[in-house]
């Protein structure tokens, strides 16, 4: 996998530059697309299994989130140069999956068109990220300094989710998704321009990166559409 990340960026050639540019933006989306079928898995088997994680102690259960998280993201970017970094993320992606099947049995166990609200977030999901690709490919305008911005976006979301615990406004609430689902869009935007631009070589953490922003936009996509559109029985 270092070829990818090393062969050629010792020559001047702009064609060169432009080859590996391209090619590890094709192993990003392949590598992408991949990361799907544990998501799928893990959320299947989550689903099956009636997986809800810390339902009684939701702080407790995202503090335990995200040491998990941390713990993937350091051994993914430890190993990076190595197939053992892929099989890291998919390992990740199929946890990621597992986090993600509490939403989705809800969804199908609440509403009497829960399967059709998430094929409704899959397919904005995917119209989002097929926007904001093509935005990045074809456009002249530089958006990395956004990236910053966007990152105070997320810290603030994760403050006023974490208040929400404890408050239960729904208005906030509300809020926090339709916020989430705006920023990590314009995440999607950043992150493929810089594959496209040379900033990230690496197509392991591209992807890593990417694939976060494709999650949060489903899963929020899918909980905003439970609220307004879901139907109870």
Do not use: C
Not at 142 to 166: C, E, P, R, T
């Amino acid at each position: 996998m270092s070829d990818l990340n090393s062969f050629g960026f010792e020559q001047s050639g702009s064609v060169t530059s432009l080859q590996i540019r391209n090619r590890v933006l094709r192993n990003t989306y392949a590598l992408l697309a991949l990361s799907m079928v544990p998501t799928v898995i893990g959320a299947w088997l989550g689903v099956a299994m009636g997986f809800v994680p810390f339902a009684g102690s939701p702080f407790l259960g995202f503090i335990v989130f995200l040491a998990v998280a941390i713990g993937f993201f350091w051994a993914i970017n430890k190993n990076k140069e190595t197939g053992i970094g892929v099989l890291l993320l998919l390992g990740f992606t199929f946890f990621m999956g597992l986090m993600l099947s509490s939403l989705i049995g809800f969804t199908l166990s609440s509403y009497s068109n829960g399967a059709t609200l998430i094929m409704l977030a899959f397919g904005g999901t995917a119209l989002i990220f097929a926007t904001m690709a093509t935005i990045a490919t074809v456009s002249k305008s530089d958006f990395q300094g956004m990236g910053k911005w966007l990152m105070v976006g997320v810290l603030l979301l994760i403050v006023a989710s974490l208040a929400n615990i404890w408050l239960q406004l729904p208005a906030l609430m509300l809020t926090v998704m339709i916020l989430a689902i705006a920023i990590f869009s314009a995440f999607i935007l950043v992150d493929v321009q810089r594959v496209i631009n040379g900033g990230e070589t690496n197509y392991v953490m591209a992807t890593l990166a990417i694939y976060l922003d494709v999650y949060n936009v489903f899963t929020n996509l899918l909980a905003l559409f439970g609220i307004m559109g879901g139907q109870r029985d």
